[in-house]
């Protein structure tokens, strides 16, 4: 049996990030939610998501650039797809 590809949310707008997490539920993926970059981080680190899709403005205007630049500086997250 297949397993489900991870997908995980970081945004701040909880409507939004819930709105995308049915699209994606329905579609068969697993979804995680995280809605601030501590919560982010920490989701990627626990559990290692297929594709991260970050917004870029939260509780900073540059936490989604800084957390984008940690993961992409990171040998053991480098390789998850972001969008």
């Not at 049996?1 to 329905?26: C, G, H, Q, S």
């Not at 989701?43 to 594709?51: F, I, S």
């Not at 991260?52 to 992409?72: A, H, R, T």
């Amino acid at each position: 049996m297949n397993e489900k590809k991870r997908i995980l949310i970081v945004d701040d707008d909880p409507d939004f990030a819930a709105a995308i997490a049915k699209i994606l539920t329905t579609a068969q993926y697993e979804v995680e939610k995280a809605g601030s970059l501590q919560e982010g981080m920490k989701a990627v680190e626990e559990r290692r998501p297929d594709l991260i899709l970050l917004d870029v403005m939260m509780e900073k205007y540059d936490d989604g650039f800084n957390m984008c630049y940690d993961l992409k500086h990171d040998e053991r997250y480098k390789h998850i797809p972001l969008s």
